[in-house]
């Protein structure tokens, strides 16, 4: 039976405060064919030290609200010191009342280069910009925890998605890729847009989706899944006004499966007009949405 509906198990709590992050970074040098692997697994274990051990914001999470993601870095070349590398970003959080994990982010990031000293330390700095490795993590770091606060509160990442444009102006004055406004799918425009209010619906779907949705489906599966329906009708409004926009892109790369899964399983509902519009504002995933079995 569908995991969403049929695994349940209440969280515990904690009463240990930790870090926001619970993080997972994975290096992958193959495409450099180095034999020697030391340097990367001095970077790896930098990263997870960065990540995980850096107090991201003021907020208190206890050991078990810490926010699960995976930073896979896939290096494509180097010179010197200078890599040129991809960065694959995913987050995922809780569902209440059960031990499913519902992914928020799935970002690739093509732009990622950056200059790298074996045993450098990586420190965040919020009033400069030392480093883009240290830089593109720590944006990626508000981003995620940004979005992880908008689906427990209306607009409840504000201040994280503001520290991220805070890097992102820090940036500017460099000359690495993703930070610029010359692409339409990049930091810059990830950022400025979840922040402008034109992509509100957005943020909105986000907290509806999985604060009236996917939290209630333990107690009232149909009632979930009505309201996972509206949040995707948000979606299509701005899809109206900003068509095939970076933001309802990012939406479906996390959470295209998820929605194939839910309106296949659990208690029937008509999903026509929902197949309608997920085809509208998704054709790209045109050929999951045909598989959806009602």
């Keep these: ?24 970074v994975i290096v992958n040098s193959e495409k450099l064919g180095v034999t020697n692997q030391k340097v990367f ?16 914001t003021s907020d208190k999470y206890e050991a078990s609200e810490k926010i699960n993601c995976t930073f896979t870095i896939i ?8 890599y040129a590398a991809s960065l694959q970003v995913q987050s995922s959080r809780p569902v209440f009342d059960t031990s499913y994990a519902a992914p928020i982010l799935n970002i690739n990031d093509k732009n990622f280069n950056f200059k790298y000293y074996e045993f450098e330390n990586l420190t965040y700095n919020p009033t ?13 770091c508000y981003m995620i925890i940004g979005l992880d606060q908008d689906t427990f509160v209306e607009n409840g990442g504000n201040k994280s ?23 339409t799918q990049n930091r810059f425009a990830l950022i400025n847009d979840i922040l402008s209010p034109t992509f509100g619906a957005y943020r909105n779907a986000m907290y509806q989706y999985h604060r009236n949705g996917l939290d209630v489906m333990s107690k009232n599966a149909v009632t979930g899944k009505e309201k996972i329906s ?18 309802a892109r990012t939406f479906f790369d996390a959470k295209s499966d998820e929605i194939v899964s839910i309106f296949s ?9 929902l197949l309608q519009n997920i ?3 998704s054709p790209l995933n045109a050929s999951k949405w045909a598989t959806i079995k009602n």
Excluded at 2 to 22: D, G, M, P, T
Excluded at 75 to 82: A, F, I, K, Q, Y
Excluded at 167 to 179: P, R, T, V
Excluded at 231 to 245: K, V
Aim: hydrophobic share 40%; with cysteine; net charge neutral.
């Design 230 to 247: 509206l949040a995707i009708n948000e979606l299509l409004s701005l899809h109206q006004t900003r068509p095939n926009s970076y933001l």
């Design 265 to 273: 399983g659990g208690p029937k509902m008509d999903i026509q007009k």
């Design 161 to 183: 998605f503001e520290a991220a444009l805070n890097i992102l102006n820090l940036a500017q004055g460099s000359n690495y890729k993703g930070w610029s406004n010359d692409k």
């Design 75 to 82: 290096l494509e070349s180097v010179t010197s010191d200078l």
């Design 41 to 56: 697994k001095t970077l790896e274990t930098s990263l997870n030290e960065l990540i995980n051990k850096t107090n991201w």
């Design 128 to 140: 400069s910009f030392d480093s883009n490795l240290v830089a593109v993590v720590a944006f990626y």
């Design 279 to 281: 085809n509208t504002i």
């Design 1 to 24: 039976m569908n995991k969403i509906f049929s695994i349940l198990l209440v969280f515990s709590s904690s009463i240990f405060y930790a870090q926001e992050l619970k993080c997972n």
